[in-house]
């Protein structure tokens, strides 16, 4: 159903095309001169827009004009009467989309409508598409890396995935930053129904709660400032497809009530919008947090909780499965070779036994960028040693911290600095943990705690 405003100061004509439109099933506006109809147009932002060309107070071609200073991708209909084709002919110069000569049967009128409407849902349809290819370029060099991997525990996934991804069933993966969650959710697309629809992602803790709501359910013109024109949100773009809501842990209080109730009746309103507009989206969420314990301490949503976590997913981190370095190792090997322009193929075993032996607090993701790092270095076909970055390798110099390569979240890399000044102060105290918690000004417990979380072992000598 469309919204049609009719602005014609001649009360039967303007009622007989009211009439018209409504038998179509549309909704019809009517003014009775165009300066109220200019008014109408503010207040309604119709999809289409009929009028007359003469009128009195202001007339058609006015009216028109200032239509276009509002919205210049308005649809305007100008009705003219017979002889007056070249004025019809100026208002489509000035952003007119169609014009209808009096006197016109009914049928035409029908016609003229149905095609403006239209042009509108092509318009509606390319603004989708090119936020879609919008979608598609963010998406494109973010540093995600393949579900690779021969362990127990991976195959355990890989065949979650496959049993999980024929349903429509909502999911929630779990896992640390890096681990390959939004490549789950893609399997889980990709083998899903919904294959041919789109996979539309959006990190829920990269954006304010303001701009959050904006981009999860779109917005229309003049919602707030800056809202020059109506906006499609992911949800919309999702329509037929998969939604997946990253860091979903971190969404504020009142985008969690309204994303409870897309889960509950799967629809959605725009930001400043009044119309209920209904979608068929499968949601597929992920955090790096434990959502239990969000809601005891009263920061999530019960009810929204049990609505993700009807189908969880559990992602291991890389140091509990390290049997997988290997194949990995050899897939980024592969993958990185363009981008490098090295044909570096091999690891030697020193190497090796270092990735093996670092405890990988960025998980794959990391894995990745340091062997970007070290394929850049070396200067034959294999990675030795001296290739490593120094965080792998614990050789750096003693006045120095090795910043973690790639895009990483701030915890991350603080988590690697804290690891390395950890691991400094732990050999400069022969592993003497009172004297490593001395140095580092920390209580012994702390320390304890840190040594487990780290994997930090006994140094050598």
Wanted: net charge negative; hydrophobic share 40%; proline share 5%.
């Amino acid at each position: 159903m469309a919204k049609i405003l009719v602005v014609e100061d001649n009360d039967t004509l303007r009622e007989g095309i009211v009439q018209v439109i409504k038998r179509m099933g549309h909704d019809a506006i009517d003014a009775e001169d165009g300066k109220v109809g200019l008014e109408r147009f503010k207040e309604d932002e119709p999809d289409l827009v009929i009028s007359d060309l003469k009128m009195d107070k202001m007339d058609g071609m006015e009216m028109l004009d200032r239509i276009m200073g509002v919205n210049p991708d308005a649809l305007v209909m100008i009705v003219t009467a017979f002889g007056s084709i070249e004025k019809a002919v100026d208002a489509m110069q000035k952003g007119a989309f169609d014009f209808l000569p009096k006197p016109f049967p009914p049928d035409l009128l029908r016609s003229k409508i149905t095609r403006a409407l239209e042009r509108r849902d092509d318009r509606k349809r390319a603004d989708r598409l090119a936020r879609e290819n919008e979608m598609l370029r963010e998406d494109q060099g973010d540093g995600n890396t393949d579900l690779v991997g021969g362990s127990d525990i991976m195959e355990d996934v890989l065949n979650k995935i496959l049993k999980i991804a024929p349903s429509d069933s909502t999911v929630h993966i779990y896992g640390e930053s890096g681990t390959g969650k939004e490549l789950v959710a893609r399997a889980i697309h990709e083998n899903s129904p919904r294959k041919n629809g789109p996979f539309i992602k959006v990190n829920c803790s990269a954006l304010a709660e303001s701009l959050l709501e904006s981009e999860l359910f779109g917005h229309e013109k003049g919602a707030f400032t800056g809202a020059h024109k109506q906006k499609l949100g992911r949800f919309e773009l999702a329509d037929g497809g998969t939604i997946f809501l990253d860091e979903i842990g971190d969404i504020a209080p009142s985008i969690q009530l309204k994303l409870l109730r897309v889960l509950q009746e799967r629809q959605i309103e725009r930001v400043g919008g009044e119309n209920t507009i209904h979608i068929d989206v499968r949601v597929v969420t992920a955090t790096n947090k434990d959502l239990k314990e969000e809601v005891s301490e009263g920061r999530f949503r019960e009810d929204l909780f049990y609505r993700l976590h009807i189908i969880p997913i559990e992602l291991p981190s890389l140091r509990e499965r390290l049997d997988d370095v290997d194949p990995l190792v050899d897939h980024f090997l592969t993958k990185l070779r363009g981008r490098t322009n090295k044909k570096v193929g091999a690891v030697s075993p020193q190497a090796m036994h270092a990735l093996k032996a670092y405890r990988w607090p960025g998980n794959v993701r990391e894995l990745e960028n340091v062997i970007e790092h070290a394929m850049v270095f070396a200067e034959g076909n294999t990675i030795e040693i001296d290739d490593l970055p120094p965080i792998i390798t614990g050789k750096s110099d003693e006045d120095t911290l090795a910043i973690p390569g790639g895009d990483r979240p701030l915890p991350d890399i603080l988590e690697d600095l804290e690891r390395q000044l950890i691991v400094r102060a732990y050999r400069k105290a022969k592993g003497v943990k009172t004297e490593t918690a001395r140095i580092l000004g920390i209580k012994p417990s702390a320390l304890y705690y840190k040594l487990e979380k780290y994997g930090i072992v006994e140094p050598e000598g």
